[in-house]
């Protein structure tokens, strides 16, 4: 995509690992959230998944991406659950959260690796899951919040 783009920051929000800068701007009076990474690597990772799960409701759209900037842009998908919500009111979304896993391992073969709440937005009563540079088609999700299984594991009896 052309690299001549207009963009007017509104605010900056926190970055991840893999990312040098990450804010919300303004483009074309379109919020869009503007990821600028710290390898080509990392972007082309992150870009490749956007581009093969484009159709999905789960994800944003790309509205732009540069290379030689190392620069990806998406529409902005709302606030992360981890600043929207106090923790008791997160968990409602749990099922849903588990069914956009399951339905993206099932379907795509494919793996967030990085399921937390901050990596989880709500726009308009729709989930997006977002930060995808962890990505694979192997599951290594860590899942350190408990939002894809329970904290306290089932008891097991012993009744012999």
Known sequence: MG???EFHKTKE?????GSTKIELVELNGKSVVLKHFKTLNKLKKELELY???QNEDFIP???YHDEVKKILA?????ESLDLK????????????????VKYLSETHNIYHNDIRWKNICIKDSQLFLIDWERWSTEN???D??????DKTPPILHNFW
């Open 51 to 53: 581009q093969m799960l």
């Open 13 to 17: 929000l926190k970055s991840g690992l």
């Open 74 to 78: 998406i529409e902005y998908c709302g």
């Open 140 to 142: 290594k999700e860590r």
């Open 3 to 5: 690299s001549n783009q």
């Open 144 to 149: 350190p919040e408990y939002i894809l299984r």
């Open 85 to 100: 919500f106090k923790p008791k009111f997160r968990y409602v979304f749990k099922n849903d959260i588990r069914c956009i």
């Open 61 to 63: 759209n790309i509205v």
